[in-house]
C-alpha cells in the first residue's frame, strides 16, 4: 500500500480523512483485480479537481492580467491546465509512484503515462477540495502551479515586448530586430545572461537574466524605453 503520511508531507496537506486522498490514487484498474477494495476509482474527484483548476486558474489571471481579451484569457488557461503540464508537475510530486494500478497498467508503463499522471493530479486537487474546502484547494492549486504560471506569464511578457518593439522598428527602419548573447556567467544551475538587441548596426538595448529568454524580454523592455525617449 502506497505511504499517504508521506505523501501529505510531500503534497503540504494534512488530510482530515486521508482516505479521500488514498481514493484520488485509485486508478480504474486497480478496482477490476481488487473488487473487494471499500473504495471507488479517482475518476469522481478527478472530474471534481478538473472543474476547481479550471476555475481557480481563470480567476487568477482574470485579476493578474485585466488587459487581455476574452479570447487570450482562454489561451492563457489552456496553457496552463493543459495535460503535459499537469503530468509535469505531478512526476514532480512523485505522484505515479502512489498510484494504485492493477498488474497490467503497471507492467504497460502505467506510473509514468501522462494521461494517468495528469488525472490523478486532478483527482488529488479534487480531494483536497472535499476534505479541506475552497481555499485550500485554491491555495494548493496556486503553490503546485506557481513555476508553471510564471514561466507562461514571463513567456507572454516575452512575446509582448519583443512584439512591440519589432512592429516599432520593422515600421520605422523597415528591418528587424536581432539577438545577439553577449556574455553567460556563473555555474550551469545559475548562469545568467546578458543580451544585446540590435537593429542593423546599433544596439538598441541590453538585458540580463536567469535565462536567455529573461535577457531578450529585459533587452526589448529597454530598447522600448530608449525610443520612447527619443
Excluded: W
Excluded at 503534497?11 to 486497480?30: A, C
Excluded at 491546465?81 to 499537469?86: F, I
Excluded at 474546502?133 to 508553471?148: M, P
Excluded at 555555474?187 to 542593423?200: I, N, R, S
Amino acid at each position: 500500500m502506497t505511504d499517504i503520511v508521506g505523501l501529505q508531507t510531500t503534497l503540504g496537506v494534512n488530510f482530515i480523512d486521508p482516505s479521500i486522498l488514498q481514493q484520488s490514487l485509485v486508478h480504474r484498474s486497480y478496482l477490476n483485480e481488487n473488487p473487494d477494495l471499500p473504495l471507488s476509482s479517482n475518476e469522481r474527484l478527478e472530474f471534481l479537481g478538473d472543474a476547481v483548476l479550471g476555475f481557480v486558474v481563470a480567476e487568477e489571471i482574470y485579476h493578474r492580467f485585466p488587459e487581455l481579451s476574452e479570447g487570450d484569457l482562454t489561451k492563457f488557461r489552456s496553457a496552463l491546465v493543459r495535460g503535459e503540464t499537469l503530468s509535469h508537475i505531478a512526476l514532480s510530486l512523485n505522484l505515479g509512484e502512489h498510484l494504485y494500478l492493477g498488474h497490467g497498467e503497471e507492467e504497460s508503463g502505467g506510473r509514468r503515462r501522462p494521461r494517468n499522471l495528469s488525472c490523478v493530479l486532478e483527482a488529488v486537487i479534487g480531494a483536497v477540495l472535499v476534505d479541506q474546502g475552497l481555499d485550500a484547494a485554491k491555495g494548493f492549486i496556486l503553490r503546485i502551479l506557481g513555476s508553471e504560471m510564471e514561466r507562461a506569464i514571463e513567456d507572454k511578457l516575452v512575446a509582448d515586448y519583443k512584439s512591440r518593439l519589432q512592429q516599432i522598428i520593422q515600421s520605422g527602419r523597415k528591418i528587424t530586430p536581432v539577438y545577439r548573447t553577449v556574455e553567460e556567467v556563473g555555474p550551469d544551475h545559475a548562469k545568467v545572461f546578458t543580451v544585446e538587441v540590435l537593429a542593423g548596426a546599433s544596439i538598441l538595448g541590453q538585458g540580463s537574466g536567469r535565462s536567455k529568454r529573461a535577457a531578450e524580454m529585459e533587452a526589448a523592455r529597454k530598447a522600448l524605453e530608449s525610443l520612447a525617449g527619443e
